[in-house]
């Protein structure tokens, strides 16, 4: 049965779709995943791996994974197309960085790396986009053979696989950031082949007051995603209290996503609630639906507002559906009009980096969007979405 198969029933069985429905970007945190629980089954990759160290944000495992492998003064290859909190973890670990190109696809051609290969390269840097594999068995081929050591950055690939064995698991490191694919308050999983030496270990736990802003901002959001009354009041008035509270200590808080490297925060490891939550989560079944919700935009989304990845290989889950139009700035504000949940993909260039050189990233910061496909969003309100991105992209007003 097709994705639209699937919808299609589910309508058919009396639901009838969401209409103007709220829809995280992300996970939402349900109250039941509070509780602790026995699992059933085993931790996927990396969340069992004895080389992995734990942090309460991946930038600190980029950070820590430099510092491992020496690269300080050191040349990083790394992607022209980034978010840009990444390249300050190398920054800060006193890397230095030599750019490589990145087409318009997401995709990246092995030669072109080796053709920037030099006498001062120590590393070559990946980043899985979305969720999708780069060619990892001929980089790290290429690695191995011009005696490189090769970072894998999985921020976006928890849970996707390549030729049957997990993305993560091809580099000499690799780093995901466990919040973007699951409904924890935080948690970075670094993993170093070689393993880690005792200082590599975070060790403060996180502030109690940031880590229950996020905590409640999760809760809050299912609430607010299942329509119960006066959630989305309740989380804006919580979300203010919380992020005073920590302001409160001294610091600023640090929400999901943002492009902040706080070196001061490179010690903190994940918290004891987010591993909890982690012994609740169907991992079989979160790559399953989010496969499945990723069909079903698609199929419905295809002719309007094309995947940058055509196609859906075995293995992969998708963190989300990325799509380029003309015209970004116009849809974004008609999709905003009519309260979609989406994503800019990384439209800025890092201050750091040189003047723009490579067309095809230049494209994708200029005409780059994302949507959800996360494990929470129902049947109906995918058929919700498809239909508001289709009148979007078309110029029909909200």
């Given at each position: 049965?097709?994705?639209?198969?699937?919808?299609?029933?589910?309508?058919?069985?009396?639901?009838?779709?969401?209409?103007?429905?709220?829809?995280?970007?992300?996970?939402?945190?349900?109250?039941?995943?509070?509780?602790?629980?026995?699992?059933?089954?085993?931790?996927?990759?990396?969340?069992?791996?004895?080389?992995?160290?734990?942090?309460?944000?991946?930038?600190?495992?980029?950070?820590?994974?430099?510092?491992?492998?020496?690269?300080?003064?050191?040349?990083?290859?790394?992607?022209?197309?980034?978010?840009?909190?990444?390249?300050?973890?190398?920054?800060?670990?006193?890397?230095?960085?030599?750019?490589?190109?990145?087409?318009?696809?997401?995709?990246?051609?092995?030669?072109?790396?080796?053709?920037?290969?030099?006498?001062?390269?120590?590393?070559?840097?990946?980043?899985?986009?979305?969720?999708?594999?780069?060619?990892?068995?001929?980089?790290?081929?290429?690695?191995?053979?011009?005696?490189?050591?090769?970072?894998?950055?999985?921020?976006?690939?928890?849970?996707?696989?390549?030729?049957?064995?997990?993305?993560?698991?091809?580099?000499?490191?690799?780093?995901?950031?466990?919040?973007?694919?699951?409904?924890?308050?935080?948690?970075?999983?670094?993993?170093?082949?070689?393993?880690?030496?005792?200082?590599?270990?975070?060790?403060?736990?996180?502030?109690?007051?940031?880590?229950?802003?996020?905590?409640?901002?999760?809760?809050?959001?299912?609430?607010?995603?299942?329509?119960?009354p006066a959630a989305a009041e309740v989380r804006a008035v919580a979300l203010r209290?919380?992020?005073?509270?920590?302001?409160?200590?001294?610091?600023?808080?640090?929400?999901?996503?943002?492009?902040?490297?706080?070196?001061?925060?490179?010690?903190?490891?994940?918290?004891?609630?987010?591993?909890?939550?982690?012994?609740?989560?169907?991992?079989?079944?979160?790559?399953?639906?989010?496969?499945?919700?990723?069909?079903?935009?698609?199929?419905?989304?295809?002719?309007?507002?094309?995947?940058?990845?055509?196609?859906?290989?075995?293995?992969?889950?998708?963190?989300?559906?990325?799509?380029?139009?003309?015209?970004?700035?116009?849809?974004?504000?008609?999709?905003?009009a009519r309260a979609v949940p989406v994503g800019e993909f990384w439209p800025d260039?890092?201050?750091?980096?040189?003047?723009?050189?490579f067309p095809s990233v230049n494209e994708l910061r200029r005409t780059a969007l994302?949507?959800?496909?996360?494990?929470?969003?129902?049947?109906?309100?995918?058929?919700?979405?498809?239909?508001?991105?289709?009148?979007?992209?078309?110029?029909?007003?909200?």
């Amino acid at each position: 049965m097709t994705a639209a198969a699937q919808v299609a029933a589910h309508r058919q069985r009396g639901v009838a779709p969401d209409q103007a429905a709220w829809m995280p970007l992300f996970p939402t945190l349900w109250p039941s995943m509070m509780r602790s629980a026995a699992r059933a089954a085993g931790l996927p990759f990396p969340l069992t791996d004895p080389d992995r160290r734990e942090f309460t944000f991946a930038r600190y495992g980029i950070y820590a994974i430099a510092r491992a492998l020496g690269l300080q003064g050191r040349e990083v290859l790394f992607p022209a197309f980034f978010h840009c909190v990444e390249l300050d973890a190398l920054f800060s670990a006193g890397a230095r960085i030599a750019l490589y190109p990145i087409g318009a696809d997401l995709q990246l051609d092995p030669q072109a790396i080796a053709d920037r290969i030099g006498p001062r390269t120590a590393a070559l840097y990946v980043i899985h986009y979305a969720g999708f594999p780069a060619p990892i068995r001929a980089l790290r081929a290429l690695c191995r053979e011009r005696g490189l050591a090769l970072i894998e950055d999985c921020a976006h690939a928890l849970l996707s696989t390549a030729d049957g064995e997990p993305l993560g698991s091809f580099g000499d490191a690799a780093v995901f950031s466990l919040p973007k694919s699951l409904p924890t308050p935080d948690g970075g999983i670094a993993v170093l082949r070689a393993g880690w030496s005792n200082g590599a270990r975070g060790h403060s736990q996180p502030k109690a007051s940031w880590l229950t802003a996020h905590t409640v901002s999760l809760l809050l959001a299912n609430l607010q995603m299942r329509h119960l009354p006066a959630a989305a009041e309740v989380r804006a008035v919580a979300l203010r209290m919380g992020k005073a509270a920590y302001s409160a200590t001294g610091a600023a808080y640090v929400p999901m996503g943002t492009p902040d490297f706080d070196l001061t925060q490179a010690d903190t490891t994940m918290s004891a609630l987010s591993r909890r939550i982690l012994m609740t989560q169907d991992f079989p079944a979160i790559a399953a639906r989010r496969r499945r919700n990723y069909r079903y935009l698609l199929e419905q989304l295809e002719g309007v507002a094309p995947p940058i990845i055509p196609a859906l290989p075995a293995g992969v889950c998708p963190l989300f559906y990325p799509f380029r139009v003309e015209h970004r700035d116009a849809v974004l504000a008609r999709l905003q009009a009519r309260a979609v949940p989406v994503g800019e993909f990384w439209p800025d260039r890092h201050p750091l980096t040189p003047d723009p050189e490579f067309p095809s990233v230049n494209e994708l910061r200029r005409t780059a969007l994302w949507l959800p496909c996360h494990q929470d969003l129902t049947p109906n309100a995918l058929e919700w979405l498809a239909l508001q991105v289709r009148q979007a992209v078309q110029g029909e007003p909200a």
